[in-house]
C-alpha cells in the first residue's frame, strides 16, 4: 500500500468523522438555534454535515475499487500516476470545499451547497479516475464477474448524474421551476443508484472473499438483480417528486419502477434462512460482521422505501423527517456498514489483536442500538409532522413543531451514541492504517 | 444477451432523459429577471438547508412554495430582512431581500406543494397537473 494511498484511506476515515461531528452538531443547532446561530448556524453545519457524508460514502467506494481492482482484474501491483493524480485533487477540492463552508460561501444546490465552479475540479478528478479504470478494465483478461461489471456501471453513472445535477447553470433548464427541480432529483436520486453500484459491488467481492463461494457473482439470479437494480437507478428517481406537478407519467413511470423492490424485498425473505448456516461459520469476522448490520438495514431501509414510494402514502411523509430516516438510515445502516466492511478487510482489522477487536465489536453494537433509536425517532418526528400538517392542516409552523421537536432531542441522544460507537472503529482503523506491515501491499 | 439488455436500457434511459428534459413540465412559466436573481440569492445564503420547496430541502423552517399565497410582501420582508429568535438575521440589503420575494411569489405561480385529497386516485398515484 502507497503512501499515497494510506494518506487516502486516513483522509476518508476522516471524512467520517466529521460527518459524524457536523451531524451531532447540527442536530443541536437545530433544536437550540438561539444558541448556535451566531457563531455555527444550521445552515452552515448542514452543509458540512451532508456534504462530509457524501464525500465519505463516495471516497470510501472508490478507495475500495481503487485497492481491489487489482486483484478482481488479476493484474500485477503497479504504480499508477493517474490514480495518484486522482487522489491528491479530489482530497485538495473536498479541503477547499471545507473552507468555503467555514467562511459561509454558498452558491450551489440540495447536497452540492459549495460555489459551483468547484464542480470544475471534481469533474476533472472522476475523469482521470474513470479513464483509469477504464484502462486496467479494457487489459483485464477474460471473464468479467458481476462485481466488475457493477463497479464499472457506478462509476459510469456518477459520471452521467454529477453532470447532470449541474446542468442547473445552463439557463435553458430554469427557464421552468418545475423542469429545474424535476432534473435535480432525478440526478440525485440516480446518483445515490451510482455509488450503490460501486459499494454493493464491493460488498459482493468481499463476501467471495470471505465465504471462498465464487458461485455468489455467477448465477442467473444475481444477474437478474442485477438488471434490476439498474432499472431502478435509471427510472425510479420520481418518488422524490411526486407531489410537483409536472406530466402525469413521470410519477406513473417511478410509481411502477418502484414497486419493482417489492421483488427484492421478497427475495430476501425468501434467501434468509439458507445464509442462517454461513452465519454461523462466519459471524466471527469483523468484516462479516458489518457486512450482516448491512443486510439488516437494507431490509429495513426497503420497507420503509417502498411504502414511500405509494403515493399515497408519500403524500404524508414527503417533506418529513421520514425522508431524513430513510436517507441517513441507509447511508449509516447500508453504505457505511459495506464500506466499514470493504476498509476493514483491505487493513486486516481480522489480525488485530484481541483489545482492539474487542474495541471493534463495542463499537459496533452501541451503533447498531443507537442507529434503531435514532431511525425511528426520525420516523416518529416524521409522521407527527405529516400527521399535524396534512391531517389536522396545522398553518401555525412553530406550533406544529412543538411535539417533533421533542422526538428530534430523542433522535439527537441517539446520534450521540451513533458518534460515540464508530468512534472506536475509526480509532482502530486509524491506528490500523499506520501499522500496516510492508508485505501487505495492494 | 448481458450486452442486449444492457444496451437496450441504456437507450431507453436516453430516450427518457429528452423526454423528461423536453416535456416534464407542461405550461412553462418563466422567471422574470429579479425572479432570477432572487434564486441566486436563495442559493447564495442556503435557504434551502432550513427550507423546503415542494417538499425538497432542510427541516428545519417551514416549506415556502406557496408562501407568497398566505402572507403579505411586508410580512416576508420582515422575516427575511430581520429573521426571529429561529432564523438568523441574514444580514442581507434590500435588493436582495426584494428578490427573492419575486422568486418566492414565482415560486408560488408554479403549482402547489400540498396534494388535495381528492386527487388520490384508486391506484395509489395522484391527478395534480395544473391544466387540469
Ligand atoms: C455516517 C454517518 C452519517 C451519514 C452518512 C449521514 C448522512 C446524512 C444525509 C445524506 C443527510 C441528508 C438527508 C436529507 O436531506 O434527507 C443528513 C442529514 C442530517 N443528519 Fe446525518 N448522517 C450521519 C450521521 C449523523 C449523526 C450522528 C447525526 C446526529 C444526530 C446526524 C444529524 C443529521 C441532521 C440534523 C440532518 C439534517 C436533517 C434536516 O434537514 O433537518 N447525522 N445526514
Known amino acids: ?442 | 444477451m448481458t450486452r442486449i439488455i444492457l444496451t437496450s436500457l441504456l437507450l431507453s434511459f436516453c430516450c427518457y432523459t429528452v423526454l423528461v428534459y423536453l416535456y416534464c413540465d407542461t405550461n412553462k412559466i418563466p422567471p422574470g429577471d429579479i425572479a432570477r436573481n432572487g434564486w441566486a440569492v436563495w442559493q447564495k445564503n442556503n435557504c434551502q438547508s432550513c427550507h423546503q420547496v415542494y417538499g425538497l430541502g432542510g427541516y428545519m423552517g417551514p416549506d415556502l412554495t406557496n408562501i407568497a399565497a398566505v402572507r403579505d410582501r411586508k410580512h416576508l420582508y420582515t422575516f427575511i430582512k430581520y429573521g426571529t429568535g429561529r432564523m438568523p438575521n441574514l444580514q442581507l440589503p434590500d435588493e436582495d431581500v426584494n428578490a427573492v420575494i419575486e422568486w418566492l411569489s414565482w415560486v408560488n405561480k408554479t403549482g402547489e406543494t400540498k396534494v388535495a385529497a381528492s386527487a388520490v386516485r384508486w391506484t395509489g398515484t395522484y391527478s395534480i397537473n395544473k391544466q387540469q
Request: charged residues 10%; contains cysteine.
Open chain 1, 1 to 442: 500500500m502507497s503512501i499515497l494511498f494510506r494518506t487516502y484511506i486516513r483522509f476518508t476515515l476522516l471524512l467520517l468523522l466529521a460527518t459524524l461531528a457536523f451531524g451531532v452538531l447540527s442536530s443541536f443547532a437545530f433544536l437550540y438555534p438561539e444558541i448556535y446561530n451566531h457563531y455555527l448556524p444550521f445552515y452552515q453545519l448542514h452543509p458540512m454535515h451532508v456534504s462530509a457524508a457524501l464525500f465519505w460514502i463516495i471516497s470510501g467506494a472508490t478507495a475500495c475499487i481503487i485497492y481491489y481492482k487489482q486483484e478482481a482484474f488479476a493484474q500485477e501491483n503497479k504504480k499508477s500516476n493517474a490514480v495518484d493524480i486522482f487522489i491528491c485533487l479530489w482530497i485538495a477540492t473536498i479541503l477547499t470545499i471545507f473552507g468555503f463552508y467555514a467562511f459561509r460561501q454558498f452558491g450551489g444546490r440540495e447536497y452540492w451547497e459549495f460555489p459551483p465552479f468547484l464542480c470544475i475540479p471534481l469533474l476533472a478528478s472522476w475523469l482521470i479516475l474513470m479513464t483509469s479504470y477504464l484502462t486496467s478494465l479494457t487489459k483485464a483478461t477474460d471473464r468479467k464477474p458481476l462485481y466488475i461489471l457493477m463497479w464499472t456501471t457506478g462509476i459510469a453513472f456518477f459520471l452521467v448524474t454529477f453532470i447532470e445535477q449541474n446542468l442547473w447553470q445552463i439557463p435553458w433548464f430554469r427557464q421552468s421551476l418545475l423542469r429545474d427541480i424535476t432534473v435535480q432529483w432525478k440526478a440525485n436520486g440516480s446518483m445515490v443508484g451510482a455509488w450503490n453500484q460501486m459499494i454493493y459491488g464491493t460488498s459482493l467481492f468481499i463476501m467471495i472473499k470471505i465465504s471462498g463461494d465464487k458461485s455468489i457473482a455467477e448465477n442467473k439470479k444475481v444477474l437478474f438483480f442485477y438488471f434490476l437494480s439498474i432499472t431502478n437507478l435509471m427510472f425510479n428517481w420520481g418518488h422524490h417528486i411526486y407531489n410537483l406537478p409536472t406530466t402525469s407519467w413521470v410519477r406513473h413511470v417511478s410509481y411502477i419502477i418502484s414497486m419493482t423492490e417489492w421483488i427484492f424485498l421478497i427475495s430476501i425473505i425468501h434467501g434468509f434462512k439458507s445464509k442462517l448456516e454461513e452465519r454461523r461459520k462466519l459471524k466471527h469476522l469483523v468484516s462479516y460482521k458489518f457486512l450482516i448490520a448491512a443486510e439488516f438495514w437494507l431490509y429495513a431501509n426497503l420497507v420503509l422505501a417502498i411504502m414511500m414510494s405509494i403515493p399515497a402514502i408519500n403524500r404524508y411523509t414527503h417533506g418529513t423527517h421520514i425522508t431524513v430516516a430513510h436517507a441517513m438510515g441507509s447511508t449509516i445502516g447500508i453504505n457505511t456498514m459495506i464500506l466499514l466492511a470493504g476498509i476493514g478487510y483491505m487493513l486486516r482489522v481480522d489480525e488485530l489483536p484481541l483489545k482492539q477487536k474487542k474495541a471493534i465489536a463495542t463499537g459496533y453494537y452501541i451503533t447498531q442500538v443507537s442507529l434503531a433509536v435514532f431511525w425511528a425517532a426520525l420516523i416518529a418526528a416524521g409522521m407527527i409532522k405529516g400527521y399535524r400538517n396534512t391531517v389536522l392542516n396545522m398553518s401555525n409552523f412553530q406550533e406544529m413543531m412543538q411535539p417533533v421537536l421533542s422526538a428530534l432531542k430523542i433522535f439527537s441522544l441517539a446520534g450521540l451514541g451513533v458518534f460515540a460507537g464508530l468512534l472506536p472503529v475509526i480509532a482502530v482503523y486509524l491506528k490500523a492504517v499506520k501499522n500496516l506491515k510492508p508485505e501487505h501491499n495492494q
